[in-house]
């Protein structure tokens, strides 16, 4: 047998593999960090980070004191004819502030951060293929990118989003009883670049159907304003609606001074597909990891994606550096696929809660109902914000004990 080229091959450089990996080398192992695409470069995003998202960063030790970072107190709510603000919450295990930043320059920011504090081995322009398996084993051994070279490791980490070709290739589907949103986004050049709040629409009106999903926009910092909208494949609208053109039409209702025109666009409308609740499973296979989007560890309740792939990097990392430790293989395998559960222990309960919640916003009236009714209670925002949020401590308030306590009983996605 060749000697393998790292002892781990992580696949894809956006928030899953660079956290990956910083983890995996702060545990003393050699990583190679394959990206397809060469920084600075687009990824499709809101760019909005929540509490959730900052604690990953701050974990990982990036400085977000530089410039370039805008914070925010907190989200914007935007439906039922009213507009309030609601803060982030003041929790033991999350700082009381998000962040936003494009993904041109986050993902090289925490890349590079991966490299510089962690040692990590990134190459970029790297497109890699297919898996290599072991003939005897049939177990991921390495991978093969598109001109040809092989990387061979002792474990695979597929973080390639999305379009995870890995995970395909290990013949890892889609699981249709899972939700999938889309969404699309672009820049305006506009006042509204500078905001305390992260801004949401809670109306996204087709004709006379309110659909299930929202709007956003998100002040960029830097003259420009990220706007967009998500839906959930939940409704039965779903597959027949031009997002681009919803897109257009809302942003047409907006207010005029806040100048979303085609002349102020910075960019063209881009979309992409939100996996949600661990749309592909198991998490771990044959030699083969899953963290990310790869894996659909997006929050079904308001898809945010970012602070799951960092976290999910930060359990998958924990695990592989305890397997690689163990004497044997049978060791390391015993201990590589208890993966998929401690994932489940963490996120099941909350995810199914989240499928429940975008089952029921799917049927029609629901939402409306909800806008209606629930929209101008204070104290049930705040509940909302942190289910939605994902957002508690621990031995927190009675409604951080009622969400915590519904996780727990709700069987894990
Ligand atoms: C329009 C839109 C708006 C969103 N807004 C938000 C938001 O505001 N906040 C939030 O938290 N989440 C948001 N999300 C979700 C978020 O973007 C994702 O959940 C997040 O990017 C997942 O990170 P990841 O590292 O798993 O995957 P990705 O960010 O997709 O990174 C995958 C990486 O792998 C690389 N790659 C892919 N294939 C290969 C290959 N074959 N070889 C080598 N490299 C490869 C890619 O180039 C990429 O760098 C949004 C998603 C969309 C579509």
Same mark, same amino acid.
């Given at each position: 047998?060749?000697?393998?080229?790292?002892?781990?091959?992580?696949?894809?450089?956006?928030?899953?593999?660079?956290?990956?990996?910083?983890?995996?080398?702060?545990?003393?192992?050699?990583?190679?960090?394959?990206?397809?695409?060469?920084?600075?470069?687009?990824?499709?995003?809101?760019?909005?980070?929540?509490?959730?998202?900052?604690?990953?960063?701050?974990?990982?030790?990036?400085?977000?004191?530089?410039?370039?970072?805008?914070?925010?107190?907190?989200?914007?709510?935007?439906?039922?004819?009213?507009?309030?603000?609601?803060?982030?919450?003041?929790?033991?295990?999350?700082?009381?502030?998000?962040?936003?930043?494009?993904?041109?320059?986050?993902?090289?920011?925490?890349?590079? +951060?991966?490299?510089?504090?962690?040692?990590?081995?990134?190459?970029?322009?790297?497109?890699?293929?297919?898996?290599?398996?072991?003939?005897?084993?049939?177990?991921?051994?390495?991978?093969?990118?598109?001109?040809?070279?092989?990387?061979?490791?002792?474990?695979?980490?597929?973080?390639?989003?999305?379009?995870?070709?890995?995970?395909?290739?290990?013949?890892?589907?889609?699981?249709?009883?899972?939700?999938?949103?889309?969404?699309?986004?672009?820049?305006?050049?506009?006042?509204?670049?500078?905001?305390?709040?992260?801004?949401?629409?809670?109306?996204?009106?087709?004709?006379?159907?309110?659909?299930?999903?929202?709007?956003?926009?998100?002040?960029?910092?830097?003259?420009?304003?990220?706007?967009?909208?998500?839906?959930?494949?939940?409704?039965?609208?779903?597959?027949?609606?031009?997002?681009?053109?919803?897109?257009?039409?809302?942003?047409?209702?907006?207010?005029?001074?806040?100048?979303?025109?085609?002349?102020?666009?910075?960019?063209?409308?881009?979309?992409?597909?939100?996996?949600?609740?661990? +749309?592909?499973?198991?998490?771990?296979?044959?030699?083969?990891?899953?963290?990310?989007?790869?894996?659909?560890?997006?929050?079904?309740?308001?898809?945010?994606?970012?602070?799951?792939?960092?976290?999910?990097?930060?359990?998958?990392?924990?695990?592989?550096?305890?397997?690689?430790?163990?004497?044997?293989?049978?060791?390391?395998?015993?201990?590589?696929?208890?993966?998929?559960?401690?994932?489940?222990?963490?996120?099941?309960?909350?995810?199914?809660?989240?499928?429940?919640?975008?089952?029921?916003?799917?049927?029609?009236?629901?939402?409306?109902?909800?806008?209606?009714?629930?929209?101008?209670?204070?104290?049930?925002?705040?509940?909302?914000?942190?289910?939605?949020?994902?957002?508690?401590?621990?031995?927190?308030?009675?409604?951080?004990?009622?969400?915590?306590?519904?996780?727990?009983?709700?069987?894990?996605?």
């Amino acid at each position: 047998m060749s000697t393998p080229d790292a002892d781990v091959i992580v696949v894809g450089a956006g928030p899953a593999g660079s956290a990956t990996a910083f983890y995996l080398a702060r545990a003393g192992l050699d990583v190679l960090l394959l990206e397809k695409t060469r920084f600075p470069r687009e990824k499709v995003c809101g760019d909005g980070l929540t509490p959730r998202a900052v604690k990953q960063l701050m974990n990982m030790g990036v400085d977000i004191d530089a410039p370039g970072w805008i914070r925010n107190k907190g989200l914007r709510v935007v439906g039922g004819g009213l507009r309030f603000e609601l803060d982030w919450p003041r929790l033991d295990r999350f700082p009381d502030f998000g962040l936003v930043r494009t993904r041109k320059d986050f993902d090289e920011i925490v890349a590079v +951060n991966a490299v510089k504090k962690g040692g990590v081995r990134l190459m970029e322009g790297v497109n890699v293929t297919a898996p290599v398996l072991d003939d005897r084993s049939g177990h991921v051994v390495g991978v093969t990118t598109k001109d040809g070279t092989t990387y061979r490791g002792r474990l695979v980490v597929a973080a390639d989003g999305n379009s995870t070709r890995l995970a395909l290739g290990m013949g890892l589907h889609k699981r249709a009883d899972r939700p999938m949103g889309v969404a699309v986004r672009t820049y305006f050049e506009s006042p509204r670049h500078d905001d305390d709040y992260l801004e949401t629409w809670l109306e996204l009106w087709d004709d006379d159907t309110l659909l299930p999903g929202y709007g956003w926009v998100f002040g960029v910092g830097d003259g420009t304003a990220n706007v967009g909208l998500g839906l959930l494949n939940t409704s039965a609208h779903f597959g027949n609606i031009d997002y681009r053109d919803l897109l257009k039409r809302w942003c047409k209702a907006m207010p005029a001074e806040w100048g979303f025109t085609e002349e102020n666009m910075r960019g063209p409308i881009r979309g992409a597909a939100l996996p949600m609740a661990f +749309n592909r499973q198991p998490h771990y296979t044959r030699g083969l990891v899953l963290v990310g989007d790869s894996g659909g560890a997006i929050n079904p309740f308001n898809g945010e994606g970012i602070a799951y792939a960092m976290e999910t990097g930060e359990i998958a990392a924990e695990v592989i550096a305890k397997a690689l430790r163990a004497g044997t293989p049978a060791a390391q395998e015993r201990i590589l696929r208890t993966y998929p559960q401690v994932l489940k222990d963490v996120y099941g309960g909350y995810f199914t809660l989240g499928r429940w919640f975008v089952e029921a916003i799917g049927k029609p009236g629901v939402m409306s109902f909800g806008t209606r009714h629930g929209l101008p209670h204070p104290r049930l925002m705040r509940f909302a914000l942190k289910l939605l949020g994902n957002l508690t401590d621990r031995r927190g308030d009675a409604s951080d004990r009622i969400i915590n306590a519904l996780s727990k009983v709700a069987p894990p996605a």
